[in-house]
Nanobody
Framework: QVQLVESGGGLVQPGGSLRLSCAAS????????MGWYRQAPGKQRELVAG???????NYADSVKGRFTFSRDNAKNTWNLQMNSLKPEDTAVYYC????????????????WGQGTQVTVSS
């Protein structure tokens, strides 16, 4: 039913930029949360940026001032603009959403994108 597809990862040099995009499709009634997580080798998954319906955007301290979250509610898409990238930003990035869907299995569920690799290296 509901699926999240993400794109935009790649290899960049320190100081470079990338823009990640996520698109949700399916029998979507409403999206309660939209966000981005990342997981580096040997480290725990962490929230990078996200927003709940009716709330403010939250950012990890390590990315404040460098990353910008945006969304288009009408299109069920959201993005993460990443500027001034550092080697420590290297990780697999996952888009995430809490979605209320309708249909045979209607209800609220958490969904994950397939993951996209971001590598920052000289």
């Amino acid at each position: 039913q509901v699926q999240l597809v993400e794109s935009g990862g790649g290899l960049v040099q320190p100081g470079g930029s990338l823009r990640l995009s996520c698109a949700a499709s399916g029998n979507i009634f409403s999206i309660n949360f939209m966000g981005w997580y990342r997981q580096a080798p040997g480290k725990q998954r962490e929230l990078v940026a996200g927003i709940r319906s009716g709330g403010n955007t939250n950012y990890a301290d390590s990315v404040k001032g460098r990353f910008t979250f945006s969304r288009d509610n009408a299109k069920n898409t959201w993005n993460l603009q990443m500027n001034s990238l550092k080697p420590e930003d290297t990780a697999v990035y996952y888009c995430n959403a809490e979605i209320f869907s309708f249909g045979l299995h209607s209800g609220v569920h958490t969904y994950w994108g397939q993951g996209t690799q971001v590598t920052v290296s000289s």
